[in-house]
């Protein structure tokens, strides 16, 4: 079975802290991604990664950046917490290729930002 | 207006009923996830269409890729089916990474 593993399941974080969300998944896929989930606004992909210390960003990168030092690592880092990054982070992986691969899902961080 | 449209967003079933839960896209696709999340929020997929229709159990999806449609139904509903349904779709061209595009979710709720 694939395992998406995440570092937190609740954290609270206050404004302006820098905040490290970490993903690990032990399929050796390269492909990994980190999305935040809103009420009303549904997952929207923040950072992307197709291999070590390659990233993409998605469609709302901002404030955010992310580290891929290692295939099964994918972090994703607040620089300056803010409240308007109140929200659940859902890390996934996926083999390479396009299409019709399957994503795996972390159980997600629920990070509430003060 | 989203790429991706999913009607109902929230649903709310007794047990036993028959269930559709339907997605829309406007774009062309390559495929089509149907995902599940429980409370607490852990994603599992349920189907990847391309085609036609796959059952799993009490569930099953359908896709017209000419009518950029697709639903999934859940037969003899029980309340452990209570969860958000997403569906997601694929691009079909390359420089999307296969990257999925999410639709906002149906919330299911289903009664004793």
């Known amino acids: 079975d694939v395992k998406v593993t995440q570092s937190s399941r609740y954290l609270v974080k206050r404004t302006g802290e820098k905040v490290f969300l970490e993903c690990v998944q032990d399929?050796?896929?390269?492909?990994m991604f980190w999305y935040r989930q809103d009420p009303g606004l549904g997952l929207r992909l923040i950072y992307f990664s197709y291999d070590v210390k390659m990233k993409e960003k998605g469609d709302i990168p901002e404030g955010y950046s992310v580290s891929r030092e290692k295939k099964e690592r994918f972090s994703l880092i607040l620089e300056s917490a803010s409240t308007n990054q109140t929200s659940m982070y859902l890390c996934?992986?996926?083999?390479?290729?396009?299409?019709?691969?399957?994503?795996?899902f972390g159980p997600g961080t629920r990070l509430t930002v003060t | 207006k989203n790429e991706v449209e999913q009607s109902p967003q929230n649903l709310t079933a007794q047990e036993g009923e028959f269930i559709t839960i339907n997605c829309s896209y406007s774009v062309g696709i390559s495929a089509l996830h149907w995902l599940q999340q429980h409370p607490g929020g852990g994603i599992v997929s349920l189907f990847m269409?391309?085609?036609g229709k796959k059952k799993h159990g009490r569930l099953i999806a359908t896709i017209n890729i000419q009518e950029k449609h697709s639903s999934l139904h859940i037969t003899a509903s029980h309340p452990r089916d209570s969860a958000v349904y997403i569906c997601?779709?694929?691009?079909?061209?390359?420089?999307?990474?296969?990257?999925?595009?999410f639709g906002k979710g149906t919330k299911l709720s289903v009664k004793p």
């Open positions: 269409l391309s085609s």
């Open positions: 997601a779709v694929i691009l079909n061209y390359g420089g999307s990474q296969g990257n999925l595009i």
């Open positions: 399929m050796d896929h390269e492909n």
């Open positions: 996934a992986s996926r083999e390479p290729g396009l299409a019709l691969y399957e994503q795996y």
